[in-house]
């Protein structure tokens, strides 16, 4: 599903080029549940970014189902995450002036879907999640973990083969954040792969492979 | 998907209660002075359009060595019609006044004397009778349905008959529809009078004797006016080879705002100040843009999170352009509503400013349409670089809170992009202020300049037309004995208001030389009367009877021109009569002070067109009630008509006056949107700068510094907005002077306070910020973070 090939990311400052990720070499399959780990800095977010598509590497090869990435424009670029993958942030990141309902919607704005099948999805999902009474609720009204949940809802309604999750439970206490890892492991048994960051030892069990990052090197 | 973004507008909206209040009002005033301005613009534009056959009116215009009326001989018009065959018909015509009386009622109008072709040539649709015909029958008169109602109310006037300037009767025989209010003068007549009857006492086919007709020609379809110009120049240089005469046709469509003739003619509209206005017009929706551009990228950062996640969720950059777009489109529509509440508010003022009344039909289709066209104008240039800007801020980039955003090489640029509009902004209000500040300087100045009389309390009244000299002296002698009269003195017109010009002769060097010059018909008092100084020779002695007709006076500027060595004695000819030049006054200004002084002769005429009367500065109601009286007594049914001759000078300017008050008052509320958008951006700089002077607090170091940087870099952009904005002044205001023949000089000490006026308040806005943020409650912020 995923192939990088010696992805390198690096930032240049003046006349100095600060290396974030060396050399990357991954292969992930589909129905994976991966944890990336490893200390603050060395890289983990930014290798998400880009296996995400929201950022690009400085060098190397990507490609996703067999296309090339690394050669993409940025329009096809945003339709293809926007078509096969989901998003999970430890800052939840939902739109404060939507309500729950309208933020569960927007993504299924950006695919066109008809506003009959949209609704019924919403709805669906809310019901999944157990949330519906909280559907005409802002962000700022609910707990993190209700958010996070919100979140995690927001990811999977389109339906993505992939979801990337960068520390979703970092800001949450140990029992919301082991209600995030049980319904992504769900969400795994049910074919979704999965790659998650996290500094948890613990959360990092759910997945069935780990990946330390150190200084933007893979130490397996 | 547009729900969406409007649900999320909206509730920005509401959330961010300043600013978007700051938004809309500028937004609204904007919109609302642009609206009237174009109502303004509209019908200064509109004047004359009316005319079904607009595009093939023309009038003939006489130049003579550069100097052009609108005036003819009066063969003029049959001559041309015969002998150019592009000209399909022609009619001379000649605007006049008169006083129409009907039993006990009487008033005065203004009106054309006019052939029946006239009615071919122009636009003017009957309501009753066939006007045609009336013009084609000595005895008849056509009013317009108001000239109508001044006199018989709410009578039938078809049939009634009147009496006309005390001299004639005259059946109404035809009704026309009321002139619309942008017709040209003398197209905006309220009575239609015979021309048949100049045959009476002026023989209007000769050549020579009188050349003060209008002589308006209808052109083929096809033709070409500049073809037809040729042909009556050729036609022309073959009676009179006068290389300085010259005849030439110019389109109605041009009249009013193109006249650029030199007497009888107008008043007109100035293309200037049309253009001025449109331009001031274009500028108020700037200023009202570049807020809203201003705000929303300083307020960008609020706004990322949002950004970010949308793509994340799958938006391209287009739908967050589109997005951020329709944001500013919403806003422009909200505001829309609230400006149409304030064109109803400013409505009446501005008419009363104008001296118009200007009325908005909201569901007229040009009003529509300009409504539209600001509204997708106006959302298109507040929101085009407030959406690529937010459009292109990166996703990781938005999404990692703890990246500090400030050191971003991008955001450098936002805010010196921000810097620039603020700049441009500020600019744009000095310009505005100072020039406004100069416009009145200059209009102070001619209003105060000596006129070389003295204007104040001297009042002057038409007397009835075609009584007998014995009438008037005794009329005369009754106003000089009421005690409130100090003196008095009778003309044939009005300083200011001269319109009679002569050829005259004189010698220089014993060679005869033709000239010509304004006129003045004068008793003996008059000259005592205005206060108007002799500087050589005498007055006018009405004993001597004989010499009476054979003595002329002239101003200054006339021994000059002339070149008179020495006027008194001297040979002169003028309007048939020969004689000397009997007395010099000094100049004065009779007519326009923004022209320069001209030759002037007066004569000697004992009939009386106007009494002019000094009265004491005390209890001019009275005065006026008392010669009212003797009017009444000895000219019966001559309504009273009296005015002062300083008005009338105000009334010169009035076009001036009224555009430097419209000025002063759009300059207003430019300078008030220009401010309003500085407080909002203040606002939210300062806003940011919350949290670092916050942390100094706590880390208990002082907070000055981060207020001294504050204001100083305002000091800095409104220093460069000088520097851009006084340059631009002085060249436009040095422009502008030269309209006018005697100025003031441009006071730079205006410039100066200006930019010290708009220094302080922007600091004064700045610093009550800077302090607020500055007293707030460290810890309490900082939580909220
Ligand atoms: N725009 C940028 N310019 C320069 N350096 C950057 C930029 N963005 C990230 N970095 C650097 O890249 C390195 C890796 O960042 P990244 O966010 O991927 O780390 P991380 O492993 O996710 O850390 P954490 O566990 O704290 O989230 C950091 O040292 C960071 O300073
Ligand atoms: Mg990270």
Redesign the interface.
Same mark, same amino acid.
């Given at each position: 599903m995923i192939q990088l090939k010696n992805i390198t990311k690096y930032y240049k400052n003046k006349f100095i080029k600060t290396f974030v990720l060396r050399n990357i070499n991954l292969e992930v399959k589909e129905g994976e549940f991966i944890s990336v780990m490893g200390p603050s800095g060395s890289g983990k977010?930014?290798l998400l970014?880009i296996i995400?598509m929201? /950022?690009a590497p400085s060098e190397g090869e990507y490609n996703f189902y067999d296309e090339s990435v690394h050669k993409m424009k940025? $329009?096809q670029l !945003?339709e293809l995450? $926007?078509?096969h993958i989901g998003?999970v942030?430890q800052?939840y990141? +939902?739109? /404060? @002036? +939507?309500t729950v309902f @309208?933020n569960l919607? !927007?993504?299924l +704005?950006?695919?066109k879907v008809k506003t009959k099948e949209r609704k019924a999805r919403v709805a669906e999902i809310l019901d999944q999640f157990n949330i519906v009474t909280k559907k005409n609720l802002f962000p700022s009204q609910l707990s993190g973990g209700q958010q996070q949940l919100v979140a995690v809802a927001?990811a999977i309604i !389109?339906q993505p083969k992939l979801i990337l999750a960068d520390e979703p439970t970092g800001n949450l206490h140990s029992e919301q954040g082991k209600e995030i890892m049980e319904l992504l492991k769900k969400l795994n048994k049910d074919g979704t792969t999965i790659i998650q960051v996290t500094h948890s030892e613990e959360n990092a069990k759910y997945g069935n492979r780990i990946i330390r990052l150190m200084d933007g090197w893979i130490e397996e | 998907m547009i729900k969406n973004y409007i649900i999320v507008t909206l509730r920005n909206i509401f959330n961010n209660k300043i600013y978007s209040f700051i938004n809309l009002l500028g937004l609204s005033v904007g919109i609302a002075c642009t609206i009237l301005i174009i109502v303004w613009v509209r019908y200064e534009l509109g004047y004359d359009n009316f005319h079904t056959k607009l595009n093939q009116i023309y009038r003939v215009v006489t130049e003579y060595d550069g100097f052009r009326t609108p005036t003819t001989p009066g063969p003029m018009a049959a001559y041309l019609k015969s002998e150019i065959p592009e000209i399909v018909e022609a009619t001379r015509f000649k605007g006049d006044n008169i006083i129409l009386q009907y039993r006990d009622k009487s008033c005065k109008i203004n009106g054309i004397n006019a052939e029946p072709m006239f009615l071919d040539l122009f636009t003017f649709p009957s309501v009753k009778g066939n006007p045609a015909l009336a013009l084609d029958d000595a005895s008849s008169i056509v009013l317009t349905q108001s000239g109508a109602e001044k006199l018989f109310g709410d009578e039938d006037p078809i049939g009634k008959v009147v009496k006309v300037s005390n001299k004639w009767t005259a059946t109404v025989k035809s009704v026309v529809e009321d002139v619309p209010k942008n017709s040209s003068p003398p197209l905006n007549f309220e009575y239609l009078y015979p021309f048949k009857v100049y045959y009476y006492w002026r023989d209007p086919d000769n050549w020579t004797n009188n050349s003060d007709y209008n002589t308006w020609v209808l052109l083929d379809e096809k033709a070409d006016f500049t073809e037809v110009n040729r042909k009556i120049d050729e036609l022309i240089k073959r009676h009179n080879p006068d290389p300085k005469l010259k005849f030439f046709v110019q389109p109605l469509s041009e009249i009013h705002l193109n006249a650029n003739t030199h007497r009888w003619d107008g008043p007109h509209g100035d293309i200037n100040t049309v253009l001025i206005f449109s331009f001031l017009a274009m500028i108020i929706l700037a200023i009202a843009c570049i807020n809203f551009t201003n705000l929303a990228t300083a307020k960008s950062s609020l706004r990322s999170k949002e950004i970010g996640i949308r793509k994340v969720i799958g938006a391209t950059r287009l739908q967050i352009i589109k997005q951020h777009l329709g944001e500013s489109f919403i806003f422009t529509s909200l505001s829309v509503p609230i400006s149409l509440i304030m064109i109803e508010l400013f409505l009446p003022s501005f008419n009363e400013i104008a001296g118009n009344i200007y009325s908005i039909n909201y569901l007229e289709s040009w009003f529509i349409i300009s409504l539209i066209s600001i509204l997708i104008i106006t959302a298109f240039f507040s929101g085009l670089y407030p959406s690529i800007m937010l459009s292109s801020l990166g996703i990781t980039k938005i999404l990692q809170e703890n990246e500090s955003f400030s050191n971003d090489r991008k955001n450098w640029s936002q805010i010196s992009f921000r810097k620039v509009l603020v700049i441009f902004q500020f600019s744009i209000s000095i310009i505005v202020i100072i020039s406004t500040l100069l416009i009145f300087n200059q209009l102070q100045y001619i209003f105060e300049k000596d006129l070389g009389y003295d204007a104040e309390n001297l009042l002057y009244i038409t007397t009835g037309r075609n009584y007998s000299p014995e009438v008037y002296e005794r009329f005369n002698h009754e106003i000089l004995e009421l005690s409130s009269v100090v003196s008095t003195g009778s003309s044939d017109q009005i300083p200011t208001d001269t319109d009679f010009v002569l050829g005259v002769n004189y010698f220089h060097n014993d060679q005869k030389i033709s000239a010509s010059s304004p006129a003045f018909m004068i008793d003996e008092n008059f000259l005592a009367n205005y206060k108007i100084e002799l500087i050589a020779g005498e007055n006018f002695k009405p004993e001597n009877k004989t010499s009476l007709k054979e003595s002329f006076i002239i101003n200054e500027t006339a021994v000059r021109e002339f070149g008179l060595k020495n006027p008194i004695g001297s040979y002169f000819e003028a309007y048939n009569r020969k004689g000397k030049v009997i007395g010099v006054v000094k100049d004065f200004h009779f007519e326009n002070l923004k022209e320069k002084i001209e030759p002037l002769v007066f004569m000697y005429f004992d009939e009386c067109y106007f009494l002019n009367i000094r009265i004491k500065s005390n209890n001019t109601a009275e005065s006026i009630n008392s010669i009212k009286a003797l009017v009444e007594k000895h000219f019966p049914g001559h309504p009273f008509i009296y005015s002062f001759v300083d008005d009338k000078i105000e009334a010169l300017y009035k076009k001036e006056v009224r555009m430097g008050e419209l000025f002063k008052y759009f300059s207003f509320l430019a300078i008030f949107i220009s401010i309003l958008g500085l407080y909002g951006l203040v606002a939210f700089i300062v806003d940011q700068k919350t949290k670092e002077i916050s942390i100094r607090k706590v880390l208990g170091s002082s907070v000055s510094s981060v207020v001294r940087n504050l204001i100083s870099s305002f000091i800095i952009w409104i220093v460069i907005a000088n520097i851009i904005a006084w340059p631009i002044t002085y060249w436009a205001i040095t422009k502008w002077l030269q309209n006018f023949e005697y100025k003031t000089e441009i006071d730079l000490g205006v410039f100066v306070i200006v930019g010290v006026i708009i220094l302080l308040l922007s600091l004064f806005t700045v610093s009550l910020h800077a302090v607020k943020a500055a007293l707030i409650n460290p810890v309490k912020n900082l939580r909220n973070e």
């Open positions: 977010s930014t970014n995400g929201l /950022d940025e $329009k !945003t995450h $926007k078509s998003f942030f800052q990141h +939902l739109i /404060d @002036e +939507l @309208e919607e !927007t993504p +704005l950006y695919q927001r !389109t | -």
